[in-house]
């Protein structure tokens, strides 16, 4: 696991690319830890950061590092409230608050196994960076090379956001309107897959109702599931205790120390406020 | 005690055993604050409130976390030793050099809540045997069980409390004043009057935000659906607001408090610079505590701490 430094850092936008409804910001973070794949850092615009819509925002916005390369860091965004649409307008040689890389990723498949990558609108953010780590793996000793043999099923909303599929490799999409791809839900895509395939690992991040739809379907099957939760956060460390989800068998955990990558087994339910921060 | 510079952290707005996983040891060699507070113990374990715990205010947050913890002997036996290990470890980042040539070390507070003067005096006896805790802070923002008020918003009943639990302790202790009451004078006074070391102020300010009833708004501060329309949002129902907004209520309370009292003062509420800071101390703070703006940046307390001090 990746540490933070302790403080958050004034980095400069270097580009801005539009993904159909999805904003990439690209940041100048060639002074940062290398995240792992599934952390995350809080974000908040260094000028204009407040007196938008009901006087917000306030506090930084949690987002997965979407890819890493050339000592840029690039996250995903979509505008669904005053924090992000302020992040969306960034434009290049603005700075950007980040203080990351936080919570814990994800963990590599065994030897072998296949890779489900399940990813839901702006939740395809985690799984860029972990299918550029599982390519870029050398094969372990004693594995064949490409061991980690890697399929991509995303899904959207709509044809807008189906232009979020450029940011991975292979995607087979589906979309609610039929649109693009499969017309119906990514948790069908995958349903196909475990059944094909019931050694593979999933690892899935996006809205909490596709989550709990995964959950639902690799708990009861022994298919091991890594689901990239997502809260309403404050801090990103530990300190407010507010981005807790249920944990199986009582209690709570923290989304982002505890997450924000947790097995889908320790989760009595995907928690519907697990949603996309404004 | 002798504190390496005025910045401490708020009871429950940081968890320094989880800083130091997502941070590592650089929080110990550049401890962001003089002095550190544990969050809130109660006598059993807490789960906390159901989520929503946050939602986002104009210049600030209402938060519901419900004061989750393992409970006093999960505190003793787990948190305790190792609170104790990183206190004793840590540097603050600014300050005062002590006698031994070295910056002062970061004594640590436990902060108590309990429903009845009796639940108080057991907390507070079982921090009395433990040398690792410097001082101990009473948190009074907890409805009596008969009454249904905040003990701290009655002088009468916070006076009767403090008293029963001063007699339990030689350790420092310092009242958390509710800024939810009429006269938060008066209690301070109160809590003078029965022996109190010093009064911390103020608590979050009770607060209410209703479900949003513009639809397809997920997350922090919005949630979709007509059915929720005009429910309370938080899943602890209400809960209590911090950050820049309540900075100029802070401000009157603690000159209030300050104009009132003999014994030193802690100043807290929306500080986020060493100016925010200064007028706290200007209008009679000994103290100053940083809560909310250490979400935004862990290390804050030490740029505040630092500005202080002139650096």
């Known amino acids: 696991m990746s540490s933070a430094p302790f403080a958050r850092r004034q980095l400069t936008v270097t580009a801005v690319e539009q993904f159909g409804a999805y904003t990439v910001v690209r940041v100048d973070d060639s002074d940062g830890p290398q995240p792992d794949p599934g952390q995350f850092a809080m974000l908040a615009a260094v000028e204009r950061w407040g007196g938008g819509e009901d006087e917000r925002p306030y506090l930084p916005r949690a987002f997965s590092y979407a890819r890493r390369a050339d000592g840029q860091s690039h996250f995903l965004l979509e505008d669904v409230g005053p924090g992000t649409r302020r992040l969306c307008e960034l434009r290049p040689g603005e700075a950007l608050w980040t203080l990351g890389p936080l919570g814990r990723g994800f963990t590599a498949p065994g030897e072998g196994r296949r890779a489900l990558l399940v990813g839901g609108g702006v939740g395809i953010a985690p799984l860029a960076i972990l299918q550029d780590t599982l390519a870029g793996q050398p094969a372990t000793a004693g594995a064949a090379a490409g061991a980690h043999e890697v399929t991509v099923l995303l899904g959207f909303r709509d044809g807008a956001r189906a232009h979020g599929a450029a940011l991975l490799r292979d995607a087979r999409v589906a979309s609610d309107d039929g649109s693009v791809g499969h017309h119906g839900l990514v948790t069908e895509l995958l349903a196909a897959e475990i059944e094909r395939d019931p050694h593979a690992v999933v690892y899935a991040c996006g809205p909490a109702g596709m989550l709990e739809g995964v959950r639902a379907l690799c708990v009861p099957a022994g298919v091991p599931a890594q689901l990239a939760l997502e809260a309403g956060m404050a801090c990103g460390f530990g300190a407010c205790f507010g981005c807790v989800v249920p944990r199986r068998g009582g209690g709570y955990l923290r989304v982002c120390v505890d997450g924000p990558v947790i097995d889908a087994a320790e989760l009595e339910y995907v928690d519907e406020h697990a949603g996309a921060p404004a | 005690m002798t504190l390496a510079h005025p910045v401490i952290n708020g009871s429950g707005t940081f968890d320094a055993l989880a800083a130091r996983r997502a941070f590592g040891e650089r929080l110990i060699e550049d401890f962001p604050f003089s002095a550190y507070v544990s969050k809130t113990i109660t006598l059993r374990p807490r789960a906390g409130n159901p989520p929503p715990r946050l939602w986002e205010a104009p210049a600030g947050l209402i938060n519901s976390i419900g004061l989750p913890n393992k409970g006093l002997d999960g505190y003793l036996d787990e948190d305790l030793p190792q609170l104790a290990a990183l206190t004793a470890a ?76 001063r007699a339990r302790t030689a350790k420092p202790l310092i009242v958390k004043l509710t800024p939810n009451t009429a006269d938060v004078a008066v209690c301070a006074q109160a809590a003078e009057h029965a022996g109190a070391d010093s009064v911390s102020l103020i608590n979050t300010l009770r607060a209410t935000a209703l479900t949003p009833r513009a639809p397809a708004r997920a997350g922090l501060g919005a949630r979709s659906g007509e059915a929720d329309a005009r429910r309370p949002w938080l899943g602890g129902g209400s809960g209590g607001l911090s950050g820049p907004a309540i900075r100029t209520v802070a401000l009157a309370q603690v000159a209030a408090v300050s104009a009132s009292v003999a014994i030193p003062v802690i100043g807290m509420g929306g500080v986020q610079s060493a100016e925010h800071a200064r007028q706290l101390i200007d209008v009679g703070a000994t103290l100053v505590a940083v809560g909310t703006e250490s979400f935004r940046d862990p290390a804050v307390g030490a740029r505040i701490a630092r500005g202080l001090c002139g650096l």
């Open chain 2, 90 to 165: 840590a540097r603050p980042a600014v300050g005062a050099i002590d006698g031994a040539g070295e910056r002062a070390p970061v004594p640590l507070i436990t902060n108590v809540m309990g429903a009845t003067a009796e639940e108080l005096c057991r907390l507070v006896e079982a921090c009395e045997q433990r040398a690792e805790i410097a001082a101990v802070e009473l948190n009074v923002s907890c409805p009596n069980v008969q009454t249904g008020l905040d003990i701290g918003a009655d002088p009468r009943m916070l006076e009767e409390v403090v008293r029963a639990v």
